[in-house]
């Protein structure tokens, strides 16, 4: 069952890629109608969603990963400049949590594509 959805998500993961690619869009830049009083209890949110979104890209390991993941770390920092301007906090430690996420999204599905190779 457990590789039956990894098999799914192998095969699709430019849908999955640019699905979550549009919900983090959407969610990252949808204007508040009010700042919340707690900058920074977001960052496991921002770690979560970018890991979310570059997990298929190190399970699938396309032949321009790197430049998708340098295109998604631009994007985040593109995405914190915009903030202010819809009511949002801009700060720099989503940026580090985003890029984080990157890196372990990017990790995780490494590990799993070896993983799963092997069975």
């Given at each position: 069952m457990?590789?039956?959805t990894i098999f799914f998500f192998y095969e699709n993961w430019k849908i999955y890629t640019i699905l979550i690619f549009l919900i983090i869009t959407f969610l990252s830049l949808y204007p508040l109608k009010e700042q919340h009083n707690i900058p920074g209890s977001d960052k496991i949110?921002?770690?979560?969603?970018?890991s979310a979104l570059t997990i298929v890209i190190g399970l699938r390991?396309?032949?321009?990963?790197?430049?998708?993941?340098?295109?998604?770390?631009?994007y985040s920092g593109l995405i914190e400049i915009i903030?202010?301007?819809?009511?949002?906090?801009?700060?720099?430690?989503?940026f580090i949590f985003n890029n984080l996420g990157i890196l372990i999204g990017?990790?995780?599905g490494i590990m799993?594509?070896?993983?799963?190779?092997?069975i």
């Open positions: 457990l590789k039956k949110y921002h770690l979560i969603a970018y390991k396309p032949s321009n990963y790197l430049l998708l993941i340098v295109f998604f770390s631009f903030q202010p301007f819809v009511n949002r906090f801009s700060e720099i430690e989503d990017l990790s995780f799993l594509n070896k993983l799963f190779n092997k």
